[in-house]
């Protein structure tokens, strides 16, 4: 997910909590809430891509894991001030957050971002309304783009303004929309190019703590290396299964 975040006032918090020991525990924030990259099951657990992803990655790294669940347009406040260790969301990775929190590397890779729309509607992306959800870099391209920009707080919100008529299309993460689209019925199709944003999807985490993102870093690359993060990617987005 690309999303985008006002900075202003994090880097001052940010130095206020550097030197903070890490946790015994490594808690893992994410939204739950963007399928397939995490969402909450029903049995009310973290779920998805992510989940096995960051489980694979504490197993690998020998850390004592948790998952925490933070809403989006607060996910790096509270990881900077402490309520979690790190961030496995659907993160892309920008210069914009990498003022505030480090990265690990890609665990993901860049994933286009596509429009969608009511089939049959002439949705216009360029000129027209488009919905994106808040602090996303989807919504950031949309107010760039000289289209109206209609911000949501919950991807699901976006997608219901298209559905409503509220707005012409959405603008999100493709492997995000695929599902949707595929499972409304005809109602939803993809329209117009898609997007290239964002350079890939990282593990937040505080600046302060390189010994953290040392080792989730060396999980990550072994998960590279021996072609388990390609199995996961190809299990939860379609087949794909050569994005390393």
Known sequence: MGKLLDIAGLAALGALMAGGA?????????????????FINDAGEVDGFER???DEICKRAK???TWVTNDWDSIIPNLVSG??????????????????IDFTQDYFPPDPSAYVAQPGAGADVVKGVVAAQVSTIQAAHVAASGATLMEFATP???????????????????GFL????????????????????????GVGVRESDSELKDKLDAAIASMKEDGVLNEMISK?????????
């Open 156 to 174: 699901d919100d976006t997608i219901a303004a298209v559905k409503n008529g509220e707005a012409d299309a959405v603008l999100a993460d493709k």
């Open 178 to 201: 695929e599902d949707i689209v595929n499972e409304s019925g005809g109602a939803l199709a993809f329209v117009g190019p898609d997007v290239e944003l964002g350079g890939g999807i």
């Open 63 to 65: 850390l004592d894991c």
């Open 236 to 244: 939860w987005f379609d087949g794909r299964d050569d994005a390393y």
């Open 52 to 54: 096995q992803v960051g």
């Open 83 to 100: 309520n979690y260790d790190a961030i496995i969301a659907g993160m892309s990775i920008t210069p914009e957050r990498d003022e505030v």
């Open 22 to 38: 890490m946790a015994e525990t490594v808690r893992l924030g994410t939204e739950g809430a963007y399928p397939p990259y995490n």
